[in-house]
Nanobody
Framework: VQLQASGGGLVQPGGSLRLSCAASGSIFSIHLMGWYRQAPGKQRELVAVITGTGGTNYADSVKGRFTISRDNAKNTVFLKMNALKPEDKAVYYC??????????????WGKGTQVTVSS
């Protein structure tokens, strides 16, 4: 199983970006898909997660600005980020929890994608 993230980049404060992460390989189902981020000198933190039935959870710092969604048929999770702030600058990682595969139920991390918010 591999996770391929895309959509990061440089944006001005107040701007928007949309991250995508597609899980590929032998996957029967995925319980939880989500995004985490890690800023320089800080610990990795949860940004948002979504269940297979659409239940969501967000970090307080992004509520009202970020929206997570997923396409179960394509094993893909999205993160729409609006009203970006300089403090949103970080490497963003996607993660899947409870992926049912031929070798069992596994968790996977994707490689990060850089988001920079600067004027």
């Amino acid at each position: 199983v591999q996770l391929q993230a895309s959509g990061g980049g440089l944006v001005q404060p107040g701007g928007s970006l949309r991250l995508s992460c597609a899980a590929s390989g032998s996957i029967f189902s995925i319980h939880l898909m989500g995004w985490y981020r890690q800023a320089p000198g800080k610990q990795r933190e949860l940004v948002a997660v979504i269940t297979g039935t659409g239940g969501t959870n967000y970090a307080d710092s992004v509520k009202g600005r970020f929206t997570i969604s997923r396409d179960n048929a394509k094993n893909t999770v999205f993160l729409k980020m609006n009203a970006l702030k300089p403090e949103d600058k970080a490497v963003y990682y996607c993660k899947v929890d409870g992926a049912a595969t031929p070798v069992g139920v596994m968790d996977y991390w994707g490689k990060g994608t850089q988001v920079t918010v600067s004027s």
